[in-house]
């Protein structure tokens, strides 16, 4: 269903917003302040067709941005773990209730225990990423 836009309101839109090509995290948390506001805007039934399609460019352009700046390693389920620990800060104790225990968690970054199906689901969800990036 493609949405009818109001030339002069989304260009007012527009000109107000400045949406490009992200080049700096500072670009990106601007931008992604204004999706934000736009997505409470949508949430609450406040949104007309501009506002929509304004939030739609900006996730495309945020994803791009992401994608590029950070990108995700290919193919090693543990070594994709401990990217998404990195960029969180995380340690293996903070990864305790996935895991159970401290103990499970450090064995499974050392490499001497595998991800059990419970343990991926658990970390996708906890990562808000899909299970398949802790698939081998």
């Known amino acids: ?5 109001s030339p002069a309101k ?12 992200i080049e700096t995290d500072a ?32 996730t495309t352009l945020i994803k791009e941005y ?3 700046a950070y990108p995700l390693p290919p193919g090693d389920p543990v070594r994709m773990l401990q990217f ?3 960029h ?4 293996a104790a903070d990864l305790t209730p ?3 225990a401290r ?16 343990h991926i689901r658990k970390l996708a969800e906890f990562f808000h990423v899909s299970p398949a990036v802790f698939l081998a």
């Open 1 to 5: 269903m493609a949405l009818t836009l």
């Open 10 to 21: 989304y260009g007012q839109l527009l000109s107000q917003t400045m949406p490009k090509r």
């Open 27 to 58: 670009e990106l948390d601007h931008f992604v302040e204004v999706m934000e506001g736009l997505s409470r805007a949508i949430a609450e039934g406040a949104a007309g067709p501009e506002e929509t399609a304004l939030h739609s460019l900006l």
């Open 66 to 68: 992401d994608d590029r």
């Open 84 to 86: 998404l620990m990195d």
């Open 88 to 91: 969180g800060g995380l340690r």
């Open 98 to 100: 996935i895991f159970g």
């Open 103 to 118: 103990s499970i968690a450090s064995l499974v970054l050392n490499r001497k225990r595998e991800l059990s199906k419970a």
